[in-house]
């Protein structure tokens, strides 16, 4: 007998999992990254944390390995284009890792993935169409459209985070333009506007020597005007999008995972009542609104139906 | 031998053509709609129109028939569920139609048959994906991605004419919200915004007892500055939505279609230079942005190719 192996490459750790085909994980193990040590340690590392998801689970070989990575990547060619996180370019992934293990290997974005793991056996689980929305220190998507990863012509579909949310004096974006959603509604964008804000409005802020979006989020709760308004301003920019996002595409269901998902009771409201405001989809969000239910697996589990379906 | 039937029912006329199962046309036929007789008077007229067609190609039946329509509409129920040119609410027309015709009669939205024929046969010949546009008195759109037409959960995908691009203060739309791209870029807002600019800025217009987008294109051609900048603000519109679509669908080709594309010297510019402000596949523009190449044709033979899909 040999398993499906998913893998989760992450700029802190690698995480592998040996699965059935059906999705269900029967052992795991995980590793530092350490990315500095360059692309060929950490495939090393890669290889090994496999063989030993593999040893836990009695098997010798892989059936057949699915890998989730942060992008831009090629799904079509298994090559990561440019992962910041991990200081790679133009590495052939699939090819590296399948030159220590005979068995096919298919490459997947990592939002792609946690799409179509919480599309088949998720929050999304039943519906014929799927966006997922991965908020945490950037915005990520993934969407699945009658069973199928939405790729795109250039394999950059979903590029939800950098999708223009202020056409003017919009807030500037890692990317380089101004006015994306991510710089609203990231955890990186949240802290950075309450960072800007707390200089000149008075908030509770300013009881803390550092700042992110986790005590952004404390502070709301605790009733601090600035930061609930920071927090509705990025849920209504987040509804901005998912709002564009259902009159050209009108998806069954929104799934949104990630960090800032912890703070959801903080901008869903401005979010539907901003979907409800620009689309004609907006009403009833509880039927097509829903936080993730594989986090933190999704991606793993994702990539591990890809590979099954690959065999 | 019996032919594939297509049909075009607009506020004006209706045409119907029979077709080659390649979508080539045979023989065409049309007839006024007058819609304010009623339902079951274009229904009859429709079928009358229909025989003729068939009668000039030397057929007596159809094989299958396809029908484009203004919508919102439902393919799957074969309904069109409110049509104000038209008049029509909750009209079942594909069993109407079938009621005097032993055959399969399939509906799609008229935008949708248009975007599929010039897919298959006109601009996006040899594409993967395609959004086609159509910029008349209101903006309609279709979706083609990977050969099939995006129907979306509701079946009103590519909703273009009405995605949001001011977000605040916005131009009132006949939808009832403000803001909406049709209220910039369609025939009918390019004039209410001359019309309104005209009483406040001088501009040549003034010479005119009436103001359509054909009057403010011959201006703007004559280097009237207030009507130059009322296409640019049109293309700029225009280039927003298809950013948003190029950022969360990444398509191939985008097709322009309807009158206004008479001005395609106008507002290309500006469009073009919108969507490389804000998406990453701008550039390149004569690659994936083409004029129409079926028109008005588009849509029958876009039907006509549906329905011989059908049998």
């Given at each position: 007998m040999a398993g499906i192996v998913a893998l989760d490459i992450g700029g802190t750790k690698i995480s592998a999992g040996v699965f059935r085909?059906?999705?269900?994980?029967?052992t795991r193990s995980e590793a530092p990254t350490e990315a500095r040590q360059g692309p060929d340690a950490v495939v090393e590392r890669i290889c090994r944390t496999i063989r030993e998801a593999l040893a836990l689970a009695g098997e010798?070989?892989?059936e057949a390995i699915g890998v989730a990575c942060?992008?831009?990547?090629?799904p079509s060619r298994g090559?990561?284009?440019?992962a910041p996180t991990l200081g790679?370019?133009?590495?052939?992934i699939t090819r590296r890792i399948s030159q220590q293990f005979d068995c096919p290997v298919i490459l997947e974005n990592d939002a792609n993935a946690a799409a179509y793991g919480e599309y088949r056996?998720?929050?999304?689980?039943?519906?014929s169409s799927l966006a997922y929305l991965t908020v945490s220190t950037g915005v990520g998507c993934g969407l699945v459209l009658d069973g199928k990863i939405l790729q795109g012509f250039h394999e950059s579909a979903g590029e939800f985070g950098h999708l223009?949310?202020?056409?003017?004096g919009g807030r500037p974006c890692l990317c380089g333009r101004?006015?994306?959603l991510e710089a609203y509604a990231s955890g990186t964008g949240i802290a950075a506007m309450a960072r800007e804000r707390m200089k000149i409005e008075p908030t509770a802020?300013?009881?803390?020597a550092s700042v992110t979006a986790r005590e952004v989020a404390q502070c709301a709760r605790e009733g601090d005007a600035l930061c609930l308004s920071i927090y509705r301003e990025a849920g209504e920019k987040l509804g901005r999008g998912i709002a564009a996002l259902q009159m050209l595409v009108d998806i069954e269901c929104v799934v949104l995972g990630g960090?800032?998902?912890?703070a959801f009771d903080l901008f869903a409201p401005s979010l539907v009542r901003t979907v409800e405001a620009l689309s004609y989809?907006?009403?009833?969000?509880?039927?097509w609104l829903r936080k993730a239910?594989?986090?933190?697996d999704a991606g793993l589990v994702g990539a591990a139906l890809l590979a099954a379906q690959a065999l």
């Open positions: 085909p059906d999705g269900v994980m029967r010798e070989a892989p942060p992008g831009p990547l090629s090559e990561v284009i440019f790679w370019r133009n590495l052939p056996l998720g929050a999304g689980r039943g519906s223009n949310v202020v056409p003017e101004t006015g994306c802020l300013s009881q803390y960090s800032v998902v912890h989809w907006g009403a009833e969000s509880e039927k239910r594989l986090a933190p």
